[in-house]
């Protein structure tokens, strides 16, 4: 396997397992997206086509743009989280409202569903691990990542 084609792989795979990881947090561990949390979501759906097209497009030339492509966007969700963490961490003010998981039917339903959503603060870790929340383990993983699929595609190797 040469380091083009794990290039393509890790474009592929490493925003595949870090939205799973991030649906499997949330509806199995029960830990709701703030709006920061969404804001980093983005990046990675937008990945995930430019890393499958770098496996289909005709071309070396069009696959290596691809894979860049979708390091790019990687790379732009692991920004995005350095920046969410560091207002979890205090070290700088994030955005000044809060989202919430309301869904109802009808208005009464609705006012419940209001008064009984939890309320989702962007600057408030819900989850760490060794200090590090889930924001700080999206920079860290995605900035990585990226920057190895970028190596890896300087690197060389044919298609």
């Known amino acids: 396997m040469t380091g083009f084609d794990r290039a393509r792989w890790l474009a592929l795979l490493l925003p595949f397992g870090?939205?799973?990881?991030?649906?499997?947090?949330q509806y199995i561990g029960g830990l709701y997206p703030c709006e920061m949390c969404?804001?980093?979501?983005?990046?990675?759906?937008?990945?995930?086509?430019?890393?499958?097209?770098?496996?289909?497009?005709?071309g070396e030339g069009k696959r290596r743009l691809f894979t860049a492509l979708a390091a790019l966007a990687i790379l732009t969700s692991g920004l995005i989280g350095g920046y969410h963490a560091g207002v979890e961490y205090g070290w700088w003010e994030g955005i000044t409202t809060c989202s919430s998981t309301v869904t109802a039917e009808s208005g009464k339903?609705?006012?419940?569903?209001?008064?009984?959503?939890?309320?989702?603060?962007?600057?408030?870790?819900?989850?760490?691990?060794?200090?590090?929340s889930l924001a700080g383990f999206n920079f860290l993983i995605s900035t990585f990542g990226a920057l190895a699929i970028f190596a890896l595609l300087r690197k060389g190797g044919k298609a």
């Not at 969404?38 to 097209?53: E, M, V």
């Not at 419940?112 to 200090?131: E, M, N, S, Y």
């Open 18 to 25: 870090l939205l799973v990881g991030a649906y499997v947090s």
């Open 38 to 58: 969404w804001w980093q979501r983005w990046p990675h759906f937008a990945a995930l086509p430019l890393a499958l097209g770098a496996f289909v497009l005709p």
């Open 109 to 132: 339903d609705v006012l419940d569903a209001i008064l009984d959503a939890p309320l989702i603060r962007c600057d408030i870790a819900p989850w760490t691990l060794f200090g590090i």
